[in-house]
């Protein structure tokens, strides 16, 4: 069982990057999936989330226009574009999967969520 996110690196600001998390034995299919971050010496924090079907989004506040979720079940894979990046989106960002066991579109919380990634490094120079 894996999430394995990826797409991260380097940019400068005002700069681009896709990040993809792809499942493995298990399924994206019916479950809500989300992206947290953590930048060094802060709490990890929710910065979008997705639900089953694709018809709902929600982001945080800071990345709220500049940020776009999607996910593809066909592929069990969902991604984050993350345009206009900031040296403040600099961060380690971890893909998540909702547990079944909750439903609706209420996505904070890490407690909702019980598959990780590993996370993949993100730096925004200025």
């Known amino acids: 069982v894996q999430l394995q996110a990826s797409g991260g690196g380097l940019v400068q600001a005002g700069g681009s990057l896709r990040l993809s998390c792809a499942a493995s034995g298990i399924t994206f299919t019916n479950t809500a999936v989300a992206w947290f971050r953590q930048a060094p010496g802060t709490e990890r924090e929710f910065v979008a989330a997705?639900?089953?079907?694709?018809?709902?989004?929600d982001y945080a506040d800071s990345v709220k226009g500049r940020f776009t979720i999607s996910r593809d079940d066909a592929k069990n894979t969902v991604y984050l574009q993350m345009n206009s990046l900031k040296p403040e989106d600099t961060a380690v960002y971890y893909c998540?999967?909702?547990?079944?066991?909750?439903?609706?579109?209420?996505?904070?919380?890490?407690?909702?969520?019980?598959?990780w990634g590993q996370g993949t490094q993100v730096t925004v120079s200025s």
């Open positions: 998540a999967r909702r547990s079944p066991r909750y439903s609706g579109n209420y996505f904070y919380g890490e407690r909702l969520y019980d598959y």
């Open positions: 997705i639900n089953w079907s694709g018809s709902v989004a």
